[in-house]
């Protein structure tokens, strides 16, 4: 393919509203970290950059090839996704009781981040090749089962935020696939009692699905009063933060953060440093960026010249919005604390370059949409 081809036929305003929200991140990173270790400001900022370089040149390599390739690589993708989060519970670190990374030499690497992008790509790839069994229960069936092992292993490390985000983008893919709003209601009247069976039945037996700390969060997310202290210490510093920055923010003043009140505030909690640094407004820009970050994914999905196309598209815009209402959500109290990154913005190797490589998939449908267009193909 001609360079000045590719260059041109790239959607250049999807690629600004990345470096917006990369620019933020990093820059929300550098001020609430600045102060952690004494003489090194750039402790997590640094990293961070280094990071983005890693997804940009994964970005620029994903956006070269077609994405009809994914599809015939789908099955040695699942594989790598399955067996690299198999090894990570043999061995991966240890960090807060969780096996979530394996220690490289530049970075931790997390297998159940790249797994997400890997689950999008070949999920669709499985259903459009059974495009004959559309509106069956058996192709939904399978797709369950096909996102059940990979989203089981990362259950087990454990990781329920990641996990969640796994039934979060299979219920993406079915949609834009054509499921059946019915099939939709068994899903959800299975997930229904299946809650009532991990949250009381089982544990009245004395078998616990669910680790103690996981329900301590979701009893504490139902009242964080319960445990200020404990449990609930960091649900309330967020929203004192949150709450503190009113409407244009406390600038350098944000105490929450610079004395070291909110934990994770480069992590979990970087929402809550916006809110207490800029206030509403700096946090409405960021959403708003995310927005515009949707609005490009699912207006590819509608250019994408055929259905595996739009469904990668589709599933990619419903990741971004679960992690960001998820992430937003648990610092302002409306959700349990899961652990979900904010995209771009939270600080983190292995959720950075995948996010990258998300948006490298988007400009490849992108680029060959316009390269090709016509009527879209089944």
């Known amino acids: 393919m001609d360079l000045r081809e590719y260059l041109r036929h790239l959607d250049y305003t999807l690629l600004a509203i990345t470096a917006a929200l990369i620019s933020y991140g990093v820059t929300m990173i550098y001020f609430a970290t600045r102060n952690d270790f004494v003489g090194k400001s750039f402790y997590y900022a640094g990293p961070q950059l280094e990071y983005v370089a890693i997804g940009v040149i994964a970005l ?44 490289l030499h530049f970075m931790n690497f997390q297998p159940s981040q790249l797994a997400l992008w890997i689950i999008i790509v070949s999920l669709g790839a499985f259903l459009v090749d059974r495009s004959d069994l559309l509106g069956t229960k ?87 009063a319960r445990d200020p202290k404990g449990g609930g210490y960091n649900i309330v510093q967020s929203m004192i933060a949150v709450g503190s920055g009113s409407l244009q923010g406390r600038g350098n003043q944000a105490t929450q953060t610079t004395l070291d009140f909110l934990p994770e505030h480069h992590t979990d909690f970087i929402f809550a440093v916006v809110s207490e640094r800029y206030g509403f407004l700096g ?55 899961t652990g979900i990154p904010l995209p771009f913005v939270s600080y983190g190797g292995s959720a950075m370059i995948t996010s990258l490589m998300l948006v490298g998939l988007l400009e490849g449908i992108h680029l060959r949409a316009r390269l090709a267009p016509g009527p879209r193909r089944a």
């Open 60 to 103: 620029v390599v994903v956006a070269c090839i077609n994405y009809e390739r994914w599809r015939t690589w789908q099955w040695p993708l699942y594989a790598f996704a399955v067996i690299s989060n198999i090894v990570v519970l043999i061995v991966g670190t240890v960090t807060r009781g969780s096996k979530r990374w394996i220690s």
């Open 138 to 224: 058996r192709v939904t069936l399978m797709a369950i089962a096909y996102v059940a092992v990979p989203a089981g292993l990362v259950f087990l490390q454990p990781d329920l935020g990641t996990c969640a985000i796994f039934i979060a983008i299979l219920l993406a893919v079915l949609m834009f696939y054509g499921t059946s709003w019915r099939h939709f209601a068994l899903i959800g009247a299975s997930a229904a009692v299946m809650g009532v069976m991990v949250f009381t039945v089982l544990p009245a037996m004395h078998v616990h699905v669910v680790k103690k700390y996981q329900m301590d969060r979701l009893l504490v997310f139902l009242d964080p």
């Open 283 to 337: 946090a409405l820009l960021l959403i708003v960026l995310y927005g515009l970050l949707v609005w490009r994914a699912l207006r590819i999905a509608t250019l994408a010249p055929d259905m595996y196309g739009s469904i990668l598209a589709g599933g990619i815009a419903v990741a971004f919005v679960f992690q960001v209402f998820v992430n937003i959500g648990m610092t302002i109290g409306i959700m349990p604390v």
